[in-house]
């Protein structure tokens, strides 16, 4: 299991995180200054890094962040910041980061965000179809397939659906679909995903076929053999 490094100066936050992640089999190093993150993310190997956005003195998370992507150290880095504003997370995918989560958070959508970071990122190049069961995916022609039948989707409902086949096995949580299909802040009243999450299961999961997208209640979903 990859090792994650945990840059947070706050104790409580950081116990909680590197609570969270040994929880799910990652080893963690937590330190708590941008100083160190730097000493730490050139000198050794880490799978991704959790960097709070606003470390104590002159070397804050972006700074850090700025600093290791300019050493050519591409290790995936999730920023932590209670800063919401769309310009704010813009500017901190812009200086090099991979992923945005905003406090408060819960662990498991933290965790979740990671694996996703750490997937392989690209398909060889021969790969043009997923696969997950009896669900077929063409990332060339856009089609899809269950059990060979031709399922129909409008555009919207294909980029959920290639999102979710791509994290398979992994619970992807209802921000991370929200900001990846709409890109922006996942808004807890909003319904447009529940309505689009329902017109692909309709069609994907049909009657007679067993299910294929799984809800995880209160977080989001996960999409699975269907054996």
Same mark, same amino acid.
């Given at each position: 299991m990859? =090792?994650? %490094?945990?840059?947070?100066? $706050? #104790?409580?936050n950081a116990d909680q995180i590197t609570a969270a992640l040994n $929880?799910?089999?990652y080893e963690t190093d937590a330190i708590t200054t941008g100083a160190e993150a @730097?000493?730490?993310?050139?000198?050794e190997t880490y799978g991704a890094i959790v960097l709070? =956005?606003? %470390? #104590?003195? =002159?070397? $804050?998370? @972006?700074?850090v962040l700025a600093t290791l992507r300019a050493a050519d150290i591409h290790t995936p880095v999730l920023i932590l910041s209670a800063l919401s504003a769309v310009d704010e997370r813009i500017r901190g995918l812009k200086s090099g980061g991979d992923d945005y989560l905003v406090k408060p958070f819960e662990a498991l959508e933290l965790v979740a965000r990671l694996n996703a970071l750490m997937r392989p990122r690209h398909l060889p190049e021969q790969t043009t179809t997923l696969r997950v069961g009896s669900l077929e995916v063409n990332l060339l022609t856009h089609g899809v397939r269950r059990d060979g039948t031709l399922i129909e989707l409008l555009p919207r409902e294909y980029r959920i659906l290639e999102y979710l086949i791509r994290h398979r096995g992994q619970i992807v949580t209802r921000a991370m679909l929200f900001e990846e299909i709409w890109h922006y802040h996942y808004d807890k009243a909003s319904n447009v995903l529940d309505v689009h999450i329902s017109r692909l299961r309709r069609k994907v999961d049909a009657e007679? @076929?067993?299910? !294929? !997208?799984k809800t995880v209640r209160g977080i989001g979903y996960l999409l699975d053999d269907d054996a």
């Open positions: 990859a =090792r994650i %490094l945990v840059v947070e100066d $706050d #104790p409580k $929880d799910y089999g @730097l000493r730490k993310a050139t000198s709070d =956005r606003m %470390l #104590p003195g =002159r070397l $804050d998370g @972006l700074t007679g @076929l067993p299910t !294929i !997208i």
